[in-house]
């Protein structure tokens, strides 16, 4: 009997110890599927991440080439607008440089005319017709047209008549016998004469100026009588309102 029961104790023991074994084994194991199962999850979690990212990417790329799509599309538009506008431009001048020749065609053939009459000398805005006091000829201390004045008046008021498009400017001179005063208010009168008689020849008082130099814009130095009949004359200058030279 005692040696049974030693034996079955000694069973009872062996079997024991392999029951913790076992038990520890599966600890074991159960700690190591924990750590799998939790190194899945953390991958799992990287690649949900990087899916994240991935379609964060893709998004903003989305964005980034839409962006680049409208300004594209946009400078295209400046592109067209800018070319339109150039064209345009260019046009203008075309148009504004055929405009400048028919000027400067009719231009010549009004000096042309007039140069048949009196002297003429182009300008960078028209023209300015000379009237010496050898063609145009007032009285010493006089304001008064005479019958040669009004003829050589009226010939060029017939040239003028025939343009449009010019504003005409009257200048008075004197020579340099008096005070500055009264000889810069006998120039107007002067000037004033010759307006008066190409309005009533046809041109329009609304394109006509005057004004009064005096003797202050001598053409020639000196007192004797030649230079001052010389210095006392009249300009009409020649302006083209439409196109600037």
Do not use: C, W
Not at 49 to 74: H, L, Y
Not at 80 to 94: D, G, L, N, R, T
Not at 127 to 137: A, D, G, Q, T, Y
Not at 183 to 195: C, D, E, G, I, M
């Amino acid at each position: 009997m005692g040696v049974l029961v030693l034996v079955v104790g000694g069973s009872y023991y062996a079997g024991y110890r392999d029951l913790k074994e076992m038990r520890a084994e599966i600890r074991s194991l159960r700690q190591e599927v924990n750590e799998a199962t939790r190194t899945v999850q953390e991958e799992s979690a990287a690649v949900a991440a990087s899916q994240r990212s991935a379609e964060e990417a893709a998004a903003k790329a989305a964005v980034a080439a839409e962006g680049q799509k409208q300004a594209e599309s946009g400078r295209q538009q400046a592109e067209a607008v800018a070319q339109q506008a150039s064209a345009q431009s260019q046009a203008a001048q075309e148009k504004m440089s055929a405009m400048q020749r028919e000027r400067e065609a009719e231009l010549d053939r009004m000096q042309e005319a007039l140069n048949r009459v009196v002297e003429t000398k182009r300008t960078a805005t028209g023209m300015v017709i000379s009237l010496p006091n050898s063609v145009f000829r007032f009285d010493f201390d006089k304001a008064d047209l005479n019958q040669h004045n009004r003829e050589l008046l009226s010939r060029i008021a017939g040239i003028l008549l025939v343009s449009k498009g010019y504003g005409l400017s009257v200048f008075g001179y004197t020579d340099d016998v008096g005070s500055p005063d009264y000889n810069q208010q006998l120039s107007l009168r002067r000037a004033t004469a010759v307006k008066d008689y190409l309005v009533q020849a046809g041109i329009d008082p609304g394109i006509v100026n005057v004004k009064g130099y005096g003797k202050s814009s001598p053409l020639f130095e000196g007192a004797s009588n030649d230079a001052r009949a010389r210095n006392r004359r009249v300009e009409i200058a020649l302006t083209d309102s439409s196109v600037h030279f």
